[in-house]
């Protein structure tokens, strides 16, 4: 079993997830949303990667930058 709090508001509700084979069973969520997040969690996390970029030559050292969408979390480094 995994606990995971959900990110989906400001209640972070406290999830848990059991994975047997391809079932997942989630528990602790007050809404669908908290379910989806967890399912994706065991399955294929996901984030926004937000970060600064350093500017040569410009006005100011640095920029804030953020992916467009979602990444793999795991690609993240890349
Ligand atoms: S499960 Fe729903 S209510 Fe609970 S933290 Fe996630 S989004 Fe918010």
Not at 4 to 16: N, V
Not at 42 to 64: K, M, Y
Request: hydrophobic fraction near 30%.
């Amino acid at each position: 079993m995994r606990e995971l709090t959900c990110i989906g508001c400001p209640i972070g509700c406290a999830l848990r997830v059991e994975v047997k084979g391809e079932e997942i069973t989630v528990s602790g969520n007050t809404c669908p949303r908290g379910e989806k997040y967890a399912r994706a969690e065991v399955t294929n996390p996901v984030r926004t990667l937000t970060s600064t970029v350093a500017l040569e030559g410009g006005s100011i050292a640095r920029v804030p930058v953020r992916t467009r969408g979602e990444v793999p979390k795991g690609k993240l480094f890349d």
